[in-house]
């Protein structure tokens, strides 16, 4: 009897150690660890490194001010006479003409990229800088490197990789492509023309 009654006891022990493994085993799993950015000074030295400072050198010298409160637009007919304290930029000079905007894109580095984009459709090629359309304005695009990040965390930091990609840096003038069909169908009206012209020589008599 005394036997059983310990017998028992143990059983019940076991029983309670048991219930309270399998109630620590059901624990609700830990939050997942958050992933955080890299800081500034590692993106920028991994960036240098990468790009050889292209990108940064061309993104430094620009200031990058809102372009609302600039007067951005073609400069047709003739440009206002500049401050002789201030002289007009090269991108405002040229025949092709152009202004910067900014690209931002939170996952990459750089986040902000300046973009050159065309302010006229043609080109300001005449005497008095008025725009001619035998002409046109196209962006002109430069390869470059950025780092990219990524959905993958190491360390609780994010992982970047290198994405290449291009940007357009300025505009050039080129000249205005002709439709096909107009040289062909002056060519054809031509032809015809001295089809007619040798017709008409043909008919009259050699003796004339």
């Known amino acids: 009897m005394y036997e059983s009654k310990i017998w028992t006891l143990l059983a019940l022990l076991v029983l309670s150690r048991d219930a309270q493994v399998s109630k620590g085993s059901k624990r609700a799993p830990g939050r997942p660890r958050s992933c955080s950015d890299r800081p500034e000074e590692m993106l920028e030295q991994l960036y240098g490194r990468l790009a050889a400072g292209m990108l940064s050198a061309f ?3 620009l200031q990058l001010e809102p372009l609302d409160k600039q007067n951005v637009s073609c400069p047709a007919g003739g440009r206002a006479a500049a401050d002789k304290r201030q ?3 090269t991108n405002l000079l040229s025949v092709a003409p152009w202004a910067y905007r900014i ?3 939170p996952s990459r580095y750089p986040k902000y990229i300046p973009e050159a984009y065309c302010l006229c459709k043609g080109c300001l090629t005449g005497i008095f800088g008025e725009e001619n359309f035998y002409f046109r304005s196209i962006p ?3 390869p470059t490197v950025v780092l990219r990040r990524t959905s993958s965390c190491t360390g609780g930091r994010y992982v970047y990789i290198e994405d290449y ?3 357009p840096v ?3 003038c080129v000249p205005e492509q002709e ?3 107009e040289p062909d169908s002056v060519n054809s009206s031509i032809g015809k023309g001295n089809i007619k012209f ?3 020589k043909s008919d009259k008599p050699a003796s004339e």
């Open 198 to 200: 040798l017709v008409k």
């Open 170 to 172: 300025g505009c050039t």
């Open 87 to 89: 002289r007009l930029p």
């Open 165 to 167: 990609i291009t940007i």
């Open 59 to 61: 993104h430094h010298t």
């Open 179 to 181: 439709r096909d069909s």
């Open 140 to 142: 002109v695009y430069m």
């Open 103 to 105: 690209s931002y894109d």
